[in-house]
T-cell receptor
Framework: ETGVTQTPRHLVMGMTNKKSLKCEQHLGHNAMYWYKQSAKKPLELMFVYSLEERVENNSVPSRFSPECPNSSHLFLHLHTLQPEDSALYLC?????????????FGSGTRLTVV | DQQVKQNSPSLSVQEGRISILNCDYTNSMFDYFLWYKKYPAEGPTFLISISSIKDKNEDGRFTVFLNKSAKHLSLHIVPSQPGDSAVYFCAASAFRGGSEKLVFGKGMKLTVNP
């Protein structure tokens, strides 16, 4: 494993469901990130947290709601999603925001919205 | 255990010279490889990719070489330009472009000096 654990690995949900993605790291990193990887598209940065404070929100729809209760855990709460939200959601962490290297990515959650 | 390794955290080259960024992987199931480029405070953006059926793919100043027997790939940038200064991530996928299993290296910072 890479040090960043994401659960579940696969998720299928209906458009009216509410679900949450979980990310966990015990690397002592202060920054955590949510990325979206759609088929044949580059990674899209969604949210950035530094020391449990959200420092960046890249115009993500409100149906995605992040939560960072502590520096080791990051959640992405999902509700009333659309089929186009189906993608691979990647979590990453780094020692600090703004460092140019040392990112550790999780394996991702493959989300399918039906 | 890291499946995709970028063993050098940084590289500095002179403008006009060649930049060579290296990446090693351990999982022989990987069949599609990607390079991403990341500027500070932005998410990674796709740069170039290569399928395991090829050993070279070229796009302008960027060329990626794949050595399957050595489980090694490299990104060549020639000539290097100051605007190429960024962090470069190597990624490997077990499904061609589908990102069903997408594993990233930790990144390497390239600095191109004028």
């Amino acid at each position: 494993e890479t040090g960043v654990t994401q659960t579940p690995r696969h998720l299928v949900m209906g458009m009216t469901n509410k679900k949450s993605l979980k990310c966990e790291q015990h690397l002592g990193h202060n920054a955590m990130y949510w990325y979206k990887q759609s088929a044949k598209k580059p990674l899209e940065l969604m949210f950035v947290y530094s020391l449990e404070e959200r420092v960046e929100n890249n115009s993500v729809p409100s149906r995605f709601s992040p939560e960072c209760p502590n520096s080791s855990h990051l959640f992405l709460h999902l509700h009333t999603l659309q089929p186009e939200d189906s993608a691979l959601y990647l979590c990453a962490s780094s020692q600090d925001v703004g460092l140019d290297y040392g990112y550790t990515f999780g394996s991702g959650t493959r989300l399918t919205v039906v | 255990d890291q499946q995709v390794k970028q063993n050098s955290p940084s590289l500095s080259v002179q403008e006009g010279r060649i930049s060579i960024l290296n990446c090693d992987y351990t999982n022989s199931m990987f069949d599609y490889f990607l390079w991403y480029k990341k500027y500070p405070a932005e998410g990674p953006t796709f740069l170039i990719s290569i399928s395991s059926i090829k050993d070279k793919n070229e796009d302008g100043r960027f060329t990626v070489f794949l050595n399957k027997s050595a489980k090694h790939l490299s990104l060549h940038i020639v000539p290097s330009q100051p605007g190429d200064s960024a962090v470069y991530f190597c990624a490997a996928s077990a499904f061609r472009g589908g990102s069903e299993k997408l594993v990233f290296g930790k990144g390497m910072k390239l600095t191109v000096n004028p």
